[in-house]
């Protein structure tokens, strides 16, 4: 691993505090702690972030937690306590950027919502991501990430055309709202270094937003002419002469096959000996014909000769990879998206490289998820000079 302390990535330099746990929040914070930017994950004393015990572990240590705390440093404060509010202030008035995953009016009361911390810090850029945002009537209610995808549009358009509405099996919802908020924030970095009379910013961000706004078409197919999308399996819904559909071959391997141009439609056209379709043709019944000819054709051969016989005729297709075969494919191997990073109690562990690859400025994997509180001494001592003996106080007095 890399020494910290060596300047490296694009963001080498920037200030992040967190006040967020779980998903959202911190993934925004890790997509910059990836690529250089030192970033302080704040947690409660005692339990830290529910993350730590989230998910599958091995010998009794949590290994999402490794993963989604990587790069960071750990600090332990009680957000509860006045004591605890003010050591946030004075990180809030080192750091360049806040991010902030709680609700309205626990960071009024905690004291650090964006009127408290923009007075403390005129220059500071803040990310608030919450379930519905803070000026809807619904400010301090409670929202998850499935909340956001089933309000965002998306989970009305995933899943079987006779089904019931899907959710991906991840955190979907959370993780494009971490996206889209670290995008926000280069952003917001970007004004702060071209204006001179900058000051400050604050990202007000709703968890079903980031995938509402990935969905694009839907509004103005409705507003236009008012048609609402329903779902159609692997199909999709504004394209009824596209092939969009999953296969199983021969021996048992699941393949996508995929177009989007009439060009691409064509090559899967001339794989199956079918004539494209006429001007008075019907092109939803030509799409069915297709779906149907290609899951013979692909029942009757190996996953091996489907995709090369594809392959020479340019019809766009791909083995559906779980994560046992991404650990060993040759086009993850080459782009160097899996990397090995010492833990201190697992040893070496893989996980996804720091995303995307920048060439002259490249992010890195520094450190893995660490213990809670661990960075208290140098952030708190070192980084913000306050006294030795005070900080040895507030650890007795638990407030960090």
């Not at 803070?134 to 055309?161: F, I, Q, Y």
């Not at 504004?238 to 391997?253: I, K, L, T």
């Not at 000819?293 to 297709?317: G, H, N, Q, Y």
């Amino acid at each position: 691993m890399t020494n910290q302390n060596v300047g490296w990535g694009l963001l080498d330099g920037l200030k992040v505090v967190e006040f967020a746990q779980v998903v959202a929040g911190p993934l925004a914070g890790g997509l910059l702690a990836d690529h250089g930017a030192t970033v302080i994950h704040v947690e409660p004393p005692g339990k830290g972030d529910p993350a730590r015990t989230m998910g599958p572990a091995k010998d009794g240590v949590h290994l999402w937690w490794k993963v989604s705390g990587r790069n960071k440093r750990s600090v332990s404060i009680d957000l509860r306590r006045p004591e605890g509010q003010e050591l946030a202030h004075q990180l809030v008035a080192w750091a360049d950027v806040v991010v902030t995953g709680l609700r309205a009016n626990t960071l009024s009361r905690w004291r650090i919502d964006w009127e408290t911390l923009h007075a403390i810090n005129p220059s500071l850029i803040m990310l608030q991501i919450s379930g519905y945002g803070a000026t809807s009537s619904l400010a301090d209610a409670p929202g998850l990430g499935k909340v956001g995808e089933a309000r965002s549009g998306v989970v009305h358009l995933t899943g079987d055309e006779d089904g019931r509405p899907l959710h991906t099996g991840f955190s979907h919802g959370d993780s494009v709202a971490g996206l889209m908020g670290s995008f926000a924030i280069t952003a917001a970095l970007y004004r702060r270094a071209h204006d001179a009379e900058f000051k400050g910013e604050w990202i007000d961000l709703a968890l079903f937003e980031p995938l509402f706004r990935l969905i694009e078409w839907q509004v103005i197919v409705n507003d236009q002419l008012g048609l609402i999308p329903s779902r159609r399996g692997n199909r999709l819904a504004v394209a009824p002469a596209a092939v969009v559909n999953s296969f199983q071959s021969s021996d048992g391997v699941w393949i996508t096959v995929t177009s989007a141009t009439p060009r691409s439609v064509s090559n899967v056209e001339k794989l199956l000996d079918l004539q494209a379709p006429g001007p008075d043709d019907d092109l939803e019944e030509h799409a069915s014909e297709i779906d149907e000819r290609l899951r013979i054709w692909i029942s009757k051969r190996p996953a091996e000769e489907c995709l090369a016989t594809m392959a020479d005729l340019e019809v766009i297709a791909s083995p559906i990879l779980n994560v046992a075969d991404i650990m060993v494919d040759q086009t993850y191997a080459e782009r160097e998206d899996i990397v090995t990073v010492d833990d201190r109690e697992l040893g070496p562990v893989r996980m996804q490289a720091a995303l995307p690859h920048a060439t002259n400025y490249p992010g890195q994997i520094w450190r893995t998820g660490t213990a809670l509180g661990s960075d208290n001494r140098t952030v708190l001592v070192d980084w913000l000079g306050l006294d030795a003996d005070a900080v040895e106080a507030l650890a007795k007095d638990q407030i960090i």
